[in-house]
């Protein structure tokens, strides 16, 4: 024990130590994302000048969370369990209904994956890494996973790149009440001091930069926050005890208030329990850059350009004077407002400096700095919501050209939430659960209709199922390319398949269209999880009415039709009597010709 407390005290305070300018760095985006700026005063004077805050960090931040918010669990399924090389596919359909009651059916004392998902995905743009615990509920025979605070997770800072699996080791710092601890005096595994340790050890909290880093954020808000005392309690019980839990893919170990070895053992699973989920991948560098880190410049610059304007307007409101050498002024003569009055023997010789204006066009310098935030993002305000004045709003061609700009230069970021943080923790839950359940154990599971996700059916899924081979994958980032370049041809393809004409040729040729195909091709564009039922099958009762009136249109046609032909046939028949006189009256004419000419040839 006295080993295991000295090797996790030493790396712990290695870690600490290598993260404090990743500490200062984190402090900035938050006084970045709540637009603080530091009190500012006139030179050699008390008097405050203008210190307001600029908005892009928290507009690009927000708009970006909302982005990856919509491609990635638009669905519910938001994840799939796939058979691997020599796995059964019904094991893997079992693994994915377990995973999706898990992750989407949360018990009384934790939330749902996906909640936890979002508030690492707000951490992985305002500070560049998103971490994630993943654990298992003995009791309830089920996996969940639990957004950490950054500054309570220290890992190896030799770790190549954003991944924790290789780092040599990491340390959650977290605190336990001594109720708390009181439940894990049962466990035969773990070491629990008597009470009065146990107060003993609760009296002394030793702050890290992270503590400072806490207080610090809530400050920023106004809220007077304090570690080890503003989240103690009075109550004996409620006291908090330090606790580092330390991690290797060998070992776990426990340590309390940095003094007493709660737990040590193997570490049956093999990995580390979490997931580090980067924003901006800085190659070879275990903590990634954030929105913050990449918009530092561009923020400034806004805010600096408008506390000058402000700046300016305050001189020309109140500029300075000059005054006569040696001349007494009282307090009240020293400022002025509107209806002020002085007396003054030589009014001529008391004179306003007047100041330049000098910032009157900074407003086309601000465009120009929100143009570059944009650019260097590719988060541009289509996506806030607000679009800026443009020729390319003009035309719904021009504004999917920028949605899919946006969408992207966003896909790294959606990629990387896929790759480091849903793909790596459902797979690890998958393996802790293969680990943790008996044979004999079943598990609950949930089935969803795939034309309504909301339509659920639940089932037990036996332990066996975990036995097969299988991989996780997630699809959103490709999804989220393919749903904008959908969204511009579905228009085109609509006006020209669904073409009276076009399916007249198509006939010709042996085809038609295909209606399930095309509502398939606008869900994947809108990206709607449910199937709408827009053509649908006729029922026997409309089927029979259809009928009806078919036979009640022929049959309202057939008077009409022997009426027609009647018609005809007397028509014919004149037409024959007609034709039949014409050749009676044409013969007789004849035979007068004939007679008359037999007459005037006689003697």
Not at 233 to 250: A, D, F
């Amino acid at each position: 024990n006295e080993y295991a407390l000295t090797k996790v005290l030493q790396d712990f305070y290695y870690y600490e130590r290598e993260r404090t300018s990743t500490e200062r760095r984190w402090r900035l985006n938050d006084a970045l994302y709540c637009a603080y700026v530091e009190p500012r005063y006139w030179p050699n004077t008390k008097l405050l000048r203008s210190n307001l805050g600029s908005g892009i960090v928290s507009e690009q931040v927000e708009a970006a969370y909302a982005m990856i918010c919509q491609s990635l669990f638009s669905q519910p399924e938001y994840f799939s369990i796939e058979a691997d090389v020599g796995g059964d596919p019904k094991a893997a359909r079992q693994q994915g209904a377990y995973m999706d009651y898990a992750f989407n059916y949360p018990q009384l004392n934790q939330m749902s994956a996906e909640i936890e998902y979002k508030n690492a995905a707000k951490d992985q743009l305002l500070y560049g890494a998103g971490i994630l615990k993943v654990e298992f509920n003995s009791d309830k025979k089920i996996p969940f996973i639990t957004r950490k605070d950054p500054r309570n997770i220290y890992f190896d800072p030799a770790c190549p790149g954003p991944f924790i699996d290789r780092a040599r080791a990491v340390i959650e710092r977290t605190f336990l009440t001594i109720d708390e601890l009181e439940m894990f005096r049962s466990d035969k595994r773990m070491f629990i001091p008597d009470k009065d340790a146990l107060w003993t050890l609760s009296q002394g909290i030793t702050k890290t930069d992270g503590d400072r880093g806490k207080e610090f954020k809530e400050s920023l808000h106004g809220v007077n926050y304090s570690v080890g005392s503003s989240d103690n309690s009075p109550v004996p019980s409620q006291k908090r005890i330090e606790l580092l839990q330390y991690y290797t893919g060998g070992e776990i170990i426990w340590i309390l208030n940095r003094r007493v070895v709660m737990y040590k053992d193997k570490n049956i699973y093999g990995f580390i329990p979490y997931v580090l989920i980067p924003c901006y991948v800085y190659t070879s560098s275990p903590y990634s850059l954030s929105i913050a880190d990449m918009q530092e410049a561009n923020h400034r610059y806004l805010e600096s350009l408008v506390n000058a304007r402000l700046d300016q307007v305050t001189l020309s409101l109140f500029p300075p004077r000059a005054v006569p050498r040696g001349f007494m002024f009282t307090p009240q003569m020293q400022t002025w407002g509107p209806g002020s009055m002085y007396q003054m023997d030589e009014p001529e010789k008391f004179n306003a400096i007047q100041q330049q204006d000098v910032t009157k066009d900074i407003f086309q310098e601000i465009g120009f700095i929100q143009n570059s935030a944009d650019r260097k993002t590719g988060i541009n305000s289509m996506l806030s919501g607000m679009p800026s004045p443009s020729n390319a709003n003009r035309t719904a061609s021009g504004v999917n050209t920028q949605l899919q700009g946006s969408a992207i230069r966003l896909y790294p970021l959606v990629d990387n939430f896929e790759n480091y943080g849903i793909i790596p923790s459902v797979w690890k839950a998958l393996k802790m659960s293969e680990i943790h359940l008996t044979s004999q154990d079943t598990v609950p599971g949930v089935v969803r209709n795939p034309n309504n996700p909301e339509d659920v059916r639940f089932l037990q899924v036996s332990a066996e199922a975990f036995k097969s081979a299988t991989r996780v994958r997630a699809r959103a980032a490709s999804k989220m390319l393919s749903r904008d370049r959908l969204t511009q041809m579905y228009q085109f393809v609509a006006q020209n398949v669904i073409n009276g004409q076009v399916i007249g040729m198509l006939n010709q040729s042996g085809q038609t269209v295909d209606f399930g195909e095309l509502i398939q091709m606008l869900m994947d564009a809108t990206g709607v999880p449910r199937r709408y039922n827009i053509v649908r099958q006729l029922t026997p009762e409309e089927q029979q009415f259809m009928q009806q009136q078919q036979q009640a249109q022929e049959q309202a046609k057939q008077p009409a039709e022997m009426a027609k032909a009647q018609l005809e046939s007397q028509t014919r028949l004149q037409m024959g009597q007609m034709k039949a006189q014409g050749e009676a009256q044409k013969n007789q004419t004849a035979l007068q010709i004939a007679q008359m000419k037999s007459q005037g040839s006689g003697p």
